[in-house]
Protein backbone atom coordinates (compact mmCIF):
# COMPACT_ATOMS: atom_id res chain seq x y z
CA UNK A 1 0.00 0.00 0.00
CA UNK A 2 1.40 3.25 -1.02
CA UNK A 3 -0.16 6.51 0.66
CA UNK A 4 1.63 9.96 -0.33
CA UNK A 5 4.11 11.05 3.15
CA UNK A 6 3.79 14.58 2.26
CA UNK A 7 0.89 16.40 2.13
CA UNK A 8 2.62 19.90 1.78
CA UNK A 9 2.85 18.69 -1.79
CA UNK A 10 -0.92 18.81 -2.00
CA UNK A 11 -1.41 21.89 -0.15
CA UNK A 12 0.92 23.73 -2.76
CA UNK A 13 -0.52 21.64 -5.91
CA UNK A 14 -4.06 23.14 -4.65
CA UNK A 15 -2.28 26.27 -3.71
CA UNK A 16 -5.71 28.35 -5.47
CA UNK A 17 -8.13 26.45 -3.21
CA UNK A 18 -6.26 27.69 0.18
CA UNK A 19 -5.49 30.98 -1.28
CA UNK A 20 -8.68 31.89 -1.65
CA UNK A 21 -9.46 30.68 1.88
CA UNK A 22 -6.70 32.50 3.38
CA UNK A 23 -8.24 35.82 1.36
CA UNK A 24 -11.65 35.67 2.63
CA UNK A 25 -9.84 35.46 5.71
CA UNK A 26 -8.22 38.76 5.45
CA UNK A 27 -11.81 40.31 4.52
CA UNK A 28 -13.05 39.40 8.20
CA UNK A 29 -9.85 41.07 9.91
CA UNK A 30 -12.39 44.09 11.02
CA UNK A 31 -14.72 41.62 12.30
CA UNK A 32 -14.86 40.53 16.17
CA UNK A 33 -12.11 37.95 17.46
CA UNK A 34 -15.20 35.80 17.09
CA UNK A 35 -15.33 35.65 13.77
CA UNK A 36 -11.48 35.98 13.22
CA UNK A 37 -10.97 32.69 14.91
CA UNK A 38 -14.16 30.72 13.42
CA UNK A 39 -12.65 31.45 9.80
CA UNK A 40 -8.87 29.86 11.13
CA UNK A 41 -10.75 27.18 12.41
CA UNK A 42 -12.38 26.52 9.18
CA UNK A 43 -9.36 26.57 7.24
CA UNK A 44 -7.73 24.71 9.17
CA UNK A 45 -10.41 22.08 8.87
CA UNK A 46 -10.37 22.34 5.09
CA UNK A 47 -6.84 22.13 4.81
CA UNK A 48 -6.85 18.67 6.86
CA UNK A 49 -10.29 17.57 5.23
CA UNK A 50 -8.68 18.31 1.90
CA UNK A 51 -5.35 16.50 2.21
CA UNK A 52 -7.09 13.58 3.75
CA UNK A 53 -9.04 13.69 0.56
CA UNK A 54 -6.15 13.86 -1.76
CA UNK A 55 -4.31 10.97 0.53
CA UNK A 56 -6.94 8.71 -0.37
CA UNK A 57 -6.73 9.51 -3.96
CA UNK A 58 -3.60 7.74 -3.80
CA UNK A 59 -3.70 4.90 -1.63
CA UNK A 60 -2.93 2.08 -3.93
CA UNK A 61 -3.68 -1.18 -2.86
CA UNK A 62 -0.64 -3.71 -3.84
CA UNK A 63 -1.60 -6.61 -5.99
CA UNK A 64 -2.51 -10.02 -4.57
CA UNK A 65 -0.17 -12.74 -5.28
CA UNK A 66 -0.72 -16.49 -5.44
CA UNK A 67 0.58 -19.68 -4.05
CA UNK A 68 -0.32 -23.03 -4.46
CA UNK A 69 1.63 -25.80 -2.43
CA UNK A 70 0.25 -28.99 -3.50
CA UNK A 71 1.62 -32.18 -2.60
CA UNK A 72 1.93 -35.64 -4.33
CA UNK A 73 -0.76 -38.54 -2.31
CA UNK A 74 -0.13 -36.82 0.90
CA UNK A 75 -2.58 -38.60 3.69
CA UNK A 76 -5.43 -36.78 5.31
CA UNK A 77 -3.46 -37.46 8.63
CA UNK A 78 0.21 -37.03 7.60
CA UNK A 79 0.83 -33.68 8.14
CA UNK A 80 0.91 -32.95 12.21
CA UNK A 81 -0.66 -30.05 12.50
CA UNK A 82 -2.94 -29.43 9.59
CA UNK A 83 -6.49 -31.38 9.52
CA UNK A 84 -7.36 -33.77 12.58
CA UNK A 85 -5.42 -32.68 15.19
CA UNK A 86 -6.34 -36.19 17.06
CA UNK A 87 -4.18 -39.29 17.79
CA UNK A 88 -3.94 -39.46 14.11
CA UNK A 89 -2.00 -36.50 13.37
CA UNK A 90 1.32 -36.87 11.97
CA UNK A 91 0.45 -40.34 10.93
CA UNK A 92 -0.15 -41.20 14.85
CA UNK A 93 2.46 -38.77 15.88
CA UNK A 94 5.69 -40.22 13.57
CA UNK A 95 5.67 -37.68 11.26
CA UNK A 96 6.72 -34.05 12.21
CA UNK A 97 5.67 -31.09 9.71
CA UNK A 98 6.39 -27.47 12.10
CA UNK A 99 5.96 -25.36 8.77
CA UNK A 100 2.47 -27.00 7.71
CA UNK A 101 1.69 -26.71 11.16
CA UNK A 102 3.16 -22.91 11.86
CA UNK A 103 1.22 -21.71 8.13
CA UNK A 104 -1.92 -23.14 8.57
CA UNK A 105 -2.54 -21.82 12.54
CA UNK A 106 -1.85 -18.49 10.70
CA UNK A 107 -5.03 -19.15 8.07
CA UNK A 108 -7.91 -21.03 7.62
CA UNK A 109 -8.17 -25.06 8.08
CA UNK A 110 -10.40 -26.99 6.49
CA UNK A 111 -11.44 -30.18 7.78
CA UNK A 112 -13.58 -31.15 5.12
CA UNK A 113 -11.94 -30.07 1.85
CA UNK A 114 -12.15 -32.84 -0.85
CA UNK A 115 -9.93 -33.44 -4.31
CA UNK A 116 -11.44 -32.97 -7.27
CA UNK A 117 -10.56 -36.77 -8.06
CA UNK A 118 -8.99 -39.95 -6.25
CA UNK A 119 -6.13 -40.12 -8.33
CA UNK A 120 -3.60 -37.29 -9.87
CA UNK A 121 -3.91 -36.23 -13.76
CA UNK A 122 -8.06 -35.54 -13.11
CA UNK A 123 -7.43 -33.81 -9.79
CA UNK A 124 -5.08 -31.45 -11.48
CA UNK A 125 -6.91 -30.94 -14.20
CA UNK A 126 -10.18 -29.95 -11.94
CA UNK A 127 -7.80 -27.35 -9.71
CA UNK A 128 -6.41 -26.18 -12.69
CA UNK A 129 -9.86 -25.46 -14.62
CA UNK A 130 -12.26 -25.26 -11.72
CA UNK A 131 -14.44 -28.25 -13.65
CA UNK A 132 -14.87 -31.61 -12.57
CA UNK A 133 -12.50 -33.96 -14.66
CA UNK A 134 -15.46 -35.31 -16.50
CA UNK A 135 -15.45 -31.87 -18.09
CA UNK A 136 -12.53 -32.38 -19.68
CA UNK A 137 -12.55 -36.06 -20.86
CA UNK A 138 -9.68 -36.67 -18.24
CA UNK A 139 -9.98 -39.18 -15.64
CA UNK A 140 -11.55 -42.49 -17.68
CA UNK A 141 -10.64 -46.08 -16.43
CA UNK A 142 -10.65 -49.13 -17.75
CA UNK A 143 -9.44 -50.43 -21.19
CA UNK A 144 -5.88 -50.17 -19.98
CA UNK A 145 -5.96 -46.83 -18.40
CA UNK A 146 -6.24 -46.52 -14.40
CA UNK A 147 -7.32 -42.48 -15.25
CA UNK A 148 -3.86 -40.77 -15.54
CA UNK A 149 -1.88 -40.04 -18.26
CA UNK A 150 1.27 -42.69 -18.35
CA UNK A 151 5.18 -41.55 -20.04
CA UNK A 152 3.43 -41.83 -23.51
CA UNK A 153 -0.03 -40.14 -23.69
CA UNK A 154 -1.44 -39.28 -26.59
CA UNK A 155 -3.82 -36.96 -24.58
CA UNK A 156 -3.70 -34.01 -21.91
CA UNK A 157 -5.31 -30.89 -20.92
CA UNK A 158 -7.33 -29.85 -23.59
CA UNK A 159 -6.07 -26.50 -25.53
CA UNK A 160 -9.14 -24.85 -25.19
CA UNK A 161 -9.32 -25.33 -21.31
CA UNK A 162 -8.44 -21.53 -19.34
CA UNK A 163 -6.09 -22.51 -16.48
CA UNK A 164 -5.83 -20.06 -13.12
CA UNK A 165 -2.77 -19.39 -15.17
CA UNK A 166 -4.02 -18.29 -18.33
CA UNK A 167 -6.98 -16.65 -16.90
CA UNK A 168 -4.25 -14.15 -14.43
CA UNK A 169 -2.15 -13.74 -17.44
CA UNK A 170 -4.41 -12.40 -19.87
CA UNK A 171 -6.45 -10.67 -17.41
CA UNK A 172 -4.65 -8.54 -14.82
CA UNK A 173 -1.03 -9.82 -16.40
CA UNK A 174 0.39 -11.80 -13.76
CA UNK A 175 3.96 -13.42 -14.32
CA UNK A 176 3.49 -17.08 -13.95
CA UNK A 177 5.55 -19.53 -12.49
CA UNK A 178 5.50 -23.16 -11.85
CA UNK A 179 7.67 -25.25 -10.22
CA UNK A 180 7.25 -28.91 -10.24
CA UNK A 181 4.78 -31.82 -11.34
CA UNK A 182 2.28 -31.43 -14.20
CA UNK A 183 0.74 -34.59 -15.18
CA UNK A 184 -1.52 -33.55 -17.40
CA UNK A 185 -0.07 -34.54 -20.89
CA UNK A 186 3.96 -34.95 -21.22
CA UNK A 187 3.28 -33.70 -25.44
CA UNK A 188 4.46 -30.58 -26.47
CA UNK A 189 0.84 -29.31 -27.23
CA UNK A 190 -0.30 -29.69 -23.55
CA UNK A 191 2.72 -28.58 -21.42
CA UNK A 192 2.52 -25.71 -18.73
CA UNK A 193 3.56 -23.14 -21.60
CA UNK A 194 0.64 -23.96 -23.39
CA UNK A 195 -1.68 -23.46 -20.52
CA UNK A 196 -0.90 -19.80 -19.65
CA UNK A 197 2.56 -20.29 -17.49
CA UNK A 198 5.39 -18.19 -18.25
CA UNK A 199 7.92 -20.87 -16.69
CA UNK A 200 8.55 -24.11 -15.71
CA UNK A 201 10.82 -26.08 -13.90
CA UNK A 202 9.69 -29.80 -13.04
CA UNK A 203 8.82 -33.10 -14.04
CA UNK A 204 6.45 -33.72 -16.47
CA UNK A 205 4.89 -36.88 -14.40
CA UNK A 206 5.07 -38.31 -11.24
CA UNK A 207 8.06 -40.16 -9.74
CA UNK A 208 7.33 -43.71 -10.80
CA UNK A 209 6.96 -43.02 -14.78
CA UNK A 210 10.70 -43.27 -15.66
CA UNK A 211 13.33 -44.66 -14.49
CA UNK A 212 15.68 -43.84 -11.95
CA UNK A 213 18.39 -44.56 -9.24
CA UNK A 214 15.13 -45.02 -7.26
CA UNK A 215 12.84 -46.70 -9.69
CA UNK A 216 15.79 -48.68 -11.70
CA UNK A 217 13.47 -50.74 -14.18
CA UNK A 218 13.62 -50.39 -17.61
CA UNK A 219 9.87 -52.45 -18.19
CA UNK A 220 7.35 -50.51 -15.93
CA UNK A 221 5.07 -48.72 -16.35
CA UNK A 222 4.50 -49.18 -20.44
CA UNK A 223 7.80 -48.82 -22.06
CA UNK A 224 9.53 -46.30 -19.67
CA UNK A 225 11.99 -44.05 -20.77
CA UNK A 226 14.76 -42.27 -17.87
CA UNK A 227 13.06 -39.75 -15.74
CA UNK A 228 12.88 -36.36 -17.44
CA UNK A 229 13.47 -33.01 -15.89
CA UNK A 230 12.37 -29.91 -17.77
CA UNK A 231 13.49 -26.37 -17.29
CA UNK A 232 11.11 -24.29 -19.17
CA UNK A 233 12.86 -20.38 -18.54
CA UNK A 234 11.71 -18.43 -21.62
CA UNK A 235 7.80 -16.77 -21.90
CA UNK A 236 6.08 -17.73 -25.25
CA UNK A 237 8.11 -20.31 -26.36
CA UNK A 238 7.36 -23.92 -26.49
CA UNK A 239 9.26 -27.15 -23.94
CA UNK A 240 10.55 -29.28 -26.37
CA UNK A 241 12.92 -32.70 -25.49
CA UNK A 242 15.61 -29.92 -25.86
CA UNK A 243 14.26 -28.42 -22.38
CA UNK A 244 15.20 -31.15 -20.93
CA UNK A 245 18.03 -30.48 -18.65
CA UNK A 246 18.23 -33.89 -16.74
CA UNK A 247 17.53 -37.12 -17.85
CA UNK A 248 17.42 -39.38 -15.36
CA UNK A 249 16.48 -36.71 -12.86
CA UNK A 250 18.41 -36.51 -9.94
CA UNK A 251 15.98 -36.90 -7.10
CA UNK A 252 18.17 -36.19 -4.35
CA UNK A 253 18.25 -33.11 -4.66
CA UNK A 254 15.48 -32.34 -6.28
CA UNK A 255 12.76 -30.73 -3.66
CA UNK A 256 15.60 -28.51 -2.48
CA UNK A 257 15.87 -27.60 -6.51
CA UNK A 258 12.21 -26.86 -6.18
CA UNK A 259 12.70 -24.39 -3.11
CA UNK A 260 15.08 -22.65 -4.71
CA UNK A 261 13.83 -21.99 -7.94
CA UNK A 262 10.56 -21.10 -6.55
CA UNK A 263 11.91 -17.84 -5.04
CA UNK A 264 14.02 -17.42 -7.83
CA UNK A 265 11.08 -17.01 -9.84
CA UNK A 266 9.48 -14.76 -6.74
CA UNK A 267 12.45 -12.61 -6.98
CA UNK A 268 12.21 -12.11 -10.92
CA UNK A 269 8.62 -10.61 -10.00
CA UNK A 270 9.54 -8.12 -7.40
CA UNK A 271 12.36 -7.01 -9.27
CA UNK A 272 9.85 -6.61 -12.41
CA UNK A 273 7.17 -4.95 -9.86
CA UNK A 274 4.47 -7.83 -11.06
CA UNK A 275 1.91 -10.20 -9.18
CA UNK A 276 2.56 -12.96 -9.26
CA UNK A 277 0.62 -16.60 -9.46
CA UNK A 278 3.34 -19.48 -8.94
CA UNK A 279 2.09 -23.00 -8.70
CA UNK A 280 4.50 -25.71 -6.68
CA UNK A 281 3.28 -29.14 -7.48
CA UNK A 282 5.56 -31.42 -5.12
CA UNK A 283 6.38 -34.69 -5.91
CA UNK A 284 6.75 -35.51 -2.23
CA UNK A 285 4.99 -38.08 -1.15
CA UNK A 286 4.16 -40.58 -4.19
CA UNK A 287 6.12 -43.44 -4.36
CA UNK A 288 8.85 -44.26 -4.55
CA UNK A 289 9.52 -42.16 -1.67
CA UNK A 290 12.61 -40.31 -2.12
CA UNK A 291 14.87 -38.02 -0.04
CA UNK A 292 17.93 -35.95 0.15
CA UNK A 293 20.76 -36.85 2.49
CA UNK A 294 19.63 -34.74 5.22
CA UNK A 295 16.41 -35.96 5.30
CA UNK A 296 17.09 -39.53 5.19
CA UNK A 297 15.82 -41.62 8.35
CA UNK A 298 14.55 -38.68 10.03
CA UNK A 299 11.05 -39.60 10.73
CA UNK A 300 10.00 -42.30 12.43
CA UNK A 301 7.53 -43.14 9.62
CA UNK A 302 9.87 -44.46 7.16
CA UNK A 303 10.61 -43.34 3.86
CA UNK A 304 7.00 -41.24 3.54
CA UNK A 305 7.37 -39.97 6.84
CA UNK A 306 10.92 -38.65 5.61
CA UNK A 307 9.65 -37.33 2.24
CA UNK A 308 6.51 -35.50 3.91
CA UNK A 309 9.17 -33.92 6.72
CA UNK A 310 11.23 -32.56 3.42
CA UNK A 311 8.41 -31.47 1.83
CA UNK A 312 7.62 -29.62 5.01
CA UNK A 313 11.33 -28.19 5.22
CA UNK A 314 10.87 -26.75 1.43
CA UNK A 315 7.91 -24.88 2.33
CA UNK A 316 9.04 -23.28 5.45
CA UNK A 317 12.14 -21.99 3.18
CA UNK A 318 9.77 -20.52 0.48
CA UNK A 319 7.47 -18.75 2.58
CA UNK A 320 10.53 -17.57 4.60
CA UNK A 321 12.10 -16.41 0.97
CA UNK A 322 8.69 -14.80 0.38
CA UNK A 323 8.56 -12.98 3.55
CA UNK A 324 12.43 -11.63 2.97
CA UNK A 325 10.85 -9.93 0.04
CA UNK A 326 8.80 -7.88 1.67
CA UNK A 327 5.75 -9.96 0.42
CA UNK A 328 4.32 -12.08 2.52
CA UNK A 329 1.22 -10.21 3.49
CA UNK A 330 0.31 -9.41 -0.30
CA UNK A 331 0.71 -13.22 -1.01
CA UNK A 332 -2.32 -16.11 -0.45
CA UNK A 333 -1.36 -19.18 0.34
CA UNK A 334 -3.28 -22.68 -0.46
CA UNK A 335 -2.07 -26.11 0.57
CA UNK A 336 -3.90 -29.27 -0.30
CA UNK A 337 -2.99 -32.71 -2.07
CA UNK A 338 -4.78 -33.88 -5.25
CA UNK A 339 -5.47 -37.29 -3.60
CA UNK A 340 -5.46 -39.78 -0.54
CA UNK A 341 -2.51 -42.10 0.31
CA UNK A 342 -2.18 -45.17 -1.39
CA UNK A 343 -3.21 -47.79 1.41
CA UNK A 344 -0.05 -49.54 0.21
CA UNK A 345 2.15 -46.69 0.58
CA UNK A 346 1.08 -45.59 4.30
CA UNK A 347 -1.04 -47.77 5.75
CA UNK A 348 -2.00 -45.42 8.63
CA UNK A 349 -1.76 -41.69 7.03
CA UNK A 350 -5.47 -41.44 5.81
CA UNK A 351 -6.20 -42.46 9.59
CA UNK A 352 -9.14 -42.05 10.45
CA UNK A 353 -10.55 -42.03 7.13
CA UNK A 354 -11.45 -45.54 5.38
CA UNK A 355 -9.51 -46.76 2.56
CA UNK A 356 -7.02 -44.69 0.19
CA UNK A 357 -6.17 -43.04 -3.45
CA UNK A 358 -8.06 -44.88 -6.31
CA UNK A 359 -11.04 -45.04 -4.11
CA UNK A 360 -14.64 -42.39 -3.56
CA UNK A 361 -14.24 -43.77 0.14
CA UNK A 362 -13.00 -40.62 2.64
CA UNK A 363 -9.16 -41.78 2.57
CA UNK A 364 -9.07 -41.32 -1.36
CA UNK A 365 -10.79 -37.97 -1.78
CA UNK A 366 -10.56 -35.62 1.68
CA UNK A 367 -7.68 -34.29 2.02
CA UNK A 368 -5.55 -31.79 4.45
CA UNK A 369 -5.80 -28.27 3.27
CA UNK A 370 -5.51 -24.83 4.78
CA UNK A 371 -5.36 -21.27 3.18
CA UNK A 372 -2.99 -18.22 4.54
CA UNK A 373 -3.52 -15.03 3.86
CA UNK A 374 -1.98 -12.93 6.54
CA UNK A 375 -2.68 -9.44 5.12
CA UNK A 376 -6.01 -10.45 4.09
CA UNK A 377 -7.83 -12.86 6.38
CA UNK A 378 -7.57 -13.36 10.16
CA UNK A 379 -5.87 -16.85 11.38
CA UNK A 380 -6.27 -19.23 13.90
CA UNK A 381 -9.66 -20.60 12.18
CA UNK A 382 -10.90 -23.99 11.49
CA UNK A 383 -14.08 -24.30 9.30
CA UNK A 384 -15.97 -27.60 8.59
CA UNK A 385 -17.51 -26.09 5.43
CA UNK A 386 -17.73 -28.63 2.65
CA UNK A 387 -15.14 -27.31 -0.22
CA UNK A 388 -12.94 -28.97 -2.75
CA UNK A 389 -9.79 -28.06 -4.49
CA UNK A 390 -11.64 -27.00 -7.72
CA UNK A 391 -12.87 -24.30 -5.56
CA UNK A 392 -9.23 -22.59 -5.83
CA UNK A 393 -9.64 -21.33 -9.35
CA UNK A 394 -12.97 -19.63 -8.65
CA UNK A 395 -11.53 -18.26 -5.08
CA UNK A 396 -8.35 -16.97 -6.69
CA UNK A 397 -9.93 -15.43 -9.71
CA UNK A 398 -12.75 -13.78 -7.26
CA UNK A 399 -9.52 -12.27 -5.32
CA UNK A 400 -7.63 -10.90 -7.96
CA UNK A 401 -10.68 -9.25 -9.58
CA UNK A 402 -10.94 -11.80 -12.70
CA UNK A 403 -14.27 -12.47 -14.32
CA UNK A 404 -14.23 -16.47 -14.76
CA UNK A 405 -14.48 -17.46 -18.68
CA UNK A 406 -17.54 -17.14 -20.84
CA UNK A 407 -19.75 -19.76 -21.60
CA UNK A 408 -18.10 -22.23 -19.55
CA UNK A 409 -19.69 -24.42 -16.72
CA UNK A 410 -17.13 -24.00 -13.65
CA UNK A 411 -18.01 -26.09 -11.00
CA UNK A 412 -15.44 -24.45 -8.27
CA UNK A 413 -16.93 -22.01 -5.74
CA UNK A 414 -15.55 -18.95 -4.49
CA UNK A 415 -14.28 -19.38 -0.97
CA UNK A 416 -14.05 -15.41 -0.08
CA UNK A 417 -16.68 -15.12 2.18
CA UNK A 418 -15.44 -18.27 4.24
CA UNK A 419 -12.33 -16.92 4.56
CA UNK A 420 -13.22 -13.11 5.12
CA UNK A 421 -15.48 -14.07 8.11
CA UNK A 422 -17.21 -17.54 9.71
CA UNK A 423 -20.39 -15.39 10.90
CA UNK A 424 -22.18 -16.37 7.65
CA UNK A 425 -22.28 -20.00 6.75
CA UNK A 426 -22.12 -20.62 2.83
CA UNK A 427 -25.48 -22.76 1.65
CA UNK A 428 -25.45 -26.24 2.02
CA UNK A 429 -23.38 -27.50 -0.80
CA UNK A 430 -23.26 -30.92 -2.66
CA UNK A 431 -20.08 -33.01 -3.37
CA UNK A 432 -19.77 -35.33 -6.13
CA UNK A 433 -16.75 -37.93 -6.50
CA UNK A 434 -16.49 -39.79 -9.97
CA UNK A 435 -14.48 -43.36 -9.78
CA UNK A 436 -14.85 -43.40 -14.15
CA UNK A 437 -15.06 -40.03 -16.39
CA UNK A 438 -17.50 -42.44 -18.44
CA UNK A 439 -19.77 -40.03 -20.22
CA UNK A 440 -23.42 -39.88 -19.06
CA UNK A 441 -25.64 -42.76 -20.68
CA UNK A 442 -22.44 -44.82 -21.21
CA UNK A 443 -22.02 -47.27 -18.60
CA UNK A 444 -19.66 -50.68 -19.47
CA UNK A 445 -20.10 -53.74 -17.43
CA UNK A 446 -22.23 -52.99 -15.39
CA UNK A 447 -21.02 -50.12 -13.81
CA UNK A 448 -22.89 -46.65 -12.91
CA UNK A 449 -22.06 -43.55 -15.68
CA UNK A 450 -18.69 -42.91 -13.43
CA UNK A 451 -20.43 -41.02 -10.08
CA UNK A 452 -19.56 -43.45 -7.61
CA UNK A 453 -20.52 -41.33 -4.62
CA UNK A 454 -22.50 -38.51 -3.81
CA UNK A 455 -22.10 -36.30 -0.19
CA UNK A 456 -24.43 -33.92 0.70
CA UNK A 457 -24.27 -32.29 3.93
CA UNK A 458 -23.03 -35.15 6.12
CA UNK A 459 -24.85 -37.94 4.44
CA UNK A 460 -22.66 -39.42 1.85
CA UNK A 461 -24.31 -42.58 -0.94
CA UNK A 462 -21.82 -44.52 -2.43
CA UNK A 463 -23.25 -45.82 -5.82
CA UNK A 464 -20.31 -47.27 -6.90
CA UNK A 465 -17.45 -48.97 -4.57
CA UNK A 466 -14.37 -49.69 -4.95
CA UNK A 467 -11.94 -51.53 -2.04
CA UNK A 468 -8.15 -51.29 -2.04
CA UNK A 469 -7.59 -51.70 1.89
CA UNK A 470 -9.26 -50.43 5.07
CA UNK A 471 -6.08 -49.28 6.55
CA UNK A 472 -5.63 -49.86 10.32
CA UNK A 473 -8.17 -47.35 11.73
CA UNK A 474 -10.58 -48.90 9.69
CA UNK A 475 -13.74 -51.75 10.69
CA UNK A 476 -15.07 -53.96 7.72
CA UNK A 477 -17.90 -54.16 6.52
CA UNK A 478 -20.21 -56.25 4.50
CA UNK A 479 -20.10 -54.36 1.26
CA UNK A 480 -19.40 -56.05 -2.23
CA UNK A 481 -17.17 -53.88 -4.81
CA UNK A 482 -19.56 -53.00 -7.45
CA UNK A 483 -22.55 -51.27 -8.25
CA UNK A 484 -24.52 -50.41 -4.83
CA UNK A 485 -28.49 -51.00 -5.44
CA UNK A 486 -29.62 -49.67 -3.19
CA UNK A 487 -27.11 -46.81 -2.61
CA UNK A 488 -25.14 -47.45 0.77
CA UNK A 489 -25.60 -43.82 2.96
CA UNK A 490 -23.47 -43.40 5.67
CA UNK A 491 -23.62 -40.39 8.17
CA UNK A 492 -20.26 -38.67 8.25
CA UNK A 493 -20.77 -36.64 11.40
CA UNK A 494 -20.96 -39.63 13.22
CA UNK A 495 -19.43 -42.71 11.05
CA UNK A 496 -16.41 -40.87 9.72
CA UNK A 497 -14.85 -44.34 8.76
CA UNK A 498 -17.92 -45.29 6.25
CA UNK A 499 -18.10 -48.90 8.37
CA UNK A 500 -22.06 -48.58 9.50
CA UNK A 501 -23.80 -47.77 6.18
CA UNK A 502 -27.94 -46.64 7.40
CA UNK A 503 -30.40 -48.72 6.93
CA UNK A 504 -32.03 -48.35 3.40
CA UNK A 505 -35.67 -48.90 4.70
CA UNK A 506 -35.52 -46.30 7.25
CA UNK A 507 -36.81 -42.72 6.94
CA UNK A 508 -33.34 -40.86 8.06
CA UNK A 509 -32.48 -43.22 4.62
CA UNK A 510 -35.21 -41.64 2.26
CA UNK A 511 -34.75 -38.05 3.38
CA UNK A 512 -30.85 -38.04 2.82
CA UNK A 513 -31.23 -39.68 -0.69
CA UNK A 514 -33.89 -37.83 -1.69
CA UNK A 515 -31.51 -34.60 -1.83
CA UNK A 516 -28.70 -36.47 -2.98
CA UNK A 517 -31.06 -37.99 -5.64
CA UNK A 518 -31.85 -34.47 -6.92
CA UNK A 519 -28.25 -33.24 -6.72
CA UNK A 520 -27.32 -35.94 -8.82
CA UNK A 521 -29.73 -35.19 -11.68
CA UNK A 522 -28.87 -31.53 -10.97
CA UNK A 523 -25.71 -32.39 -12.00
CA UNK A 524 -26.11 -34.77 -15.06
CA UNK A 525 -27.94 -32.34 -16.43
CA UNK A 526 -25.02 -30.17 -16.94
CA UNK A 527 -22.40 -32.57 -18.44
CA UNK A 528 -21.67 -33.02 -21.96
CA UNK A 529 -19.72 -35.33 -24.30
CA UNK A 530 -16.39 -34.16 -24.77
CA UNK A 531 -13.80 -36.28 -26.27
CA UNK A 532 -11.84 -39.13 -24.30
CA UNK A 533 -8.60 -38.09 -23.49
CA UNK A 534 -7.08 -40.78 -21.78
CA UNK A 535 -8.21 -43.69 -24.00
CA UNK A 536 -10.93 -44.28 -26.95
CA UNK A 537 -13.56 -41.31 -28.12
CA UNK A 538 -15.96 -39.83 -26.12
CA UNK A 539 -18.32 -42.54 -25.07
CA UNK A 540 -14.65 -44.83 -24.55
CA UNK A 541 -15.43 -47.34 -26.98
CA UNK A 542 -12.68 -46.31 -29.52
CA UNK A 543 -9.88 -48.90 -30.04
CA UNK A 544 -6.51 -47.72 -28.77
CA UNK A 545 -5.33 -46.97 -32.35
CA UNK A 546 -8.43 -46.33 -34.62
CA UNK A 547 -6.87 -42.60 -34.92
CA UNK A 548 -7.91 -40.03 -35.62
CA UNK A 549 -11.32 -40.56 -33.67
CA UNK A 550 -9.56 -41.62 -30.56
CA UNK A 551 -7.38 -38.93 -28.89
CA UNK A 552 -6.47 -40.77 -25.89
CA UNK A 553 -3.99 -43.75 -25.72
CA UNK A 554 -0.33 -44.48 -25.73
CA UNK A 555 2.50 -43.88 -28.09
CA UNK A 556 5.75 -44.70 -27.17
CA UNK A 557 6.55 -42.17 -29.22
CA UNK A 558 5.28 -39.64 -28.07
CA UNK A 559 7.95 -40.01 -24.91
CA UNK A 560 9.96 -37.36 -23.94
CA UNK A 561 13.64 -38.25 -25.05
CA UNK A 562 16.30 -36.19 -25.19
CA UNK A 563 19.17 -38.04 -26.34
CA UNK A 564 17.10 -40.84 -28.62
CA UNK A 565 20.37 -42.54 -29.47
CA UNK A 566 22.17 -42.82 -26.77
CA UNK A 567 22.21 -46.62 -26.11
CA UNK A 568 25.14 -46.27 -28.63
CA UNK A 569 27.07 -44.61 -25.66
CA UNK A 570 25.15 -46.48 -22.69
CA UNK A 571 24.58 -49.62 -23.85
CA UNK A 572 23.62 -51.17 -20.26
CA UNK A 573 21.30 -47.97 -19.38
CA UNK A 574 17.57 -47.31 -20.91
CA UNK A 575 17.59 -45.72 -24.10
CA UNK A 576 17.36 -41.74 -24.15
CA UNK A 577 19.72 -41.02 -20.83
CA UNK A 578 21.52 -38.24 -21.05
CA UNK A 579 22.77 -38.32 -17.65
CA UNK A 580 24.21 -41.60 -16.46
CA UNK A 581 25.32 -40.45 -13.26
CA UNK A 582 22.01 -39.75 -11.84
CA UNK A 583 21.40 -43.84 -11.82
CA UNK A 584 24.32 -44.41 -9.38
CA UNK A 585 25.99 -47.90 -9.33
CA UNK A 586 24.06 -51.16 -8.72
CA UNK A 587 26.28 -51.64 -5.74
CA UNK A 588 25.51 -48.41 -4.37
CA UNK A 589 21.94 -49.08 -4.80
CA UNK A 590 21.85 -52.15 -2.99
CA UNK A 591 23.67 -50.85 0.01
CA UNK A 592 21.75 -47.60 0.46
CA UNK A 593 17.80 -48.70 0.34
CA UNK A 594 17.28 -46.48 2.78
CA UNK A 595 19.05 -43.31 1.41
CA UNK A 596 19.49 -43.89 -2.44
CA UNK A 597 20.64 -39.99 -2.28
CA UNK A 598 23.79 -41.28 -1.24
CA UNK A 599 24.50 -42.80 -4.56
CA UNK A 600 24.38 -39.13 -6.31
CA UNK A 601 27.52 -37.38 -7.69
CA UNK A 602 29.17 -35.03 -5.19
CA UNK A 603 27.64 -36.93 -2.03
Not at 258 to 264: G, K
Amino acid sequence: MHISRNCSMHHTKNGAVLDRARSRSQVTRSKSLQVQVRVQDTERSCAMLLCASLMAVTVATAPTNFIILFADDMGYSEPSGVSDKSVYAGANGTISTPNLDRMAAEGVIFTNWYSGYCVCSPSRAAMMTGRMPVRTGIGYVGQGSNGVFTAESRGGLPSNETTIAAALKQSKNYMTGMVGKWHLGQQEMFLPPTHGFDFWYGLPYSCDMGTSAWEYSTGQPFQARPLPLFNCTVPGQPCTNASVVEQPTNLGTLTARYADTALEFVGRAKAAGAPFFLYIPFNHVHSPNFASVEFCNTSAHGSVGDATQELDHAVGLIQAGVAKFGLDDDTVYFFTSDNGSPVGNDRVGNGPLRDGKFTTWEGGVREPAFIRWKGGIAGGRVTAVIAATYDIFSTVLSIAGVAPPAGVHIDGQDLTAVLKSAAAPPPRRCILHYWSSQQINSPQNGETDGVSAVRCGSFKAHYYVKITGHGSNHTQTTLKPGVQDPPALFDLDSDLSESEPIDPTGAIYKTAMTEISAALAAHRATVEMVPNQMIGDSRGSCNQTAAPSCVGGNDISTAVCKDPASTSKYPSLPNCTSNPEFYGTEACRAAEKECIAKCMPGV
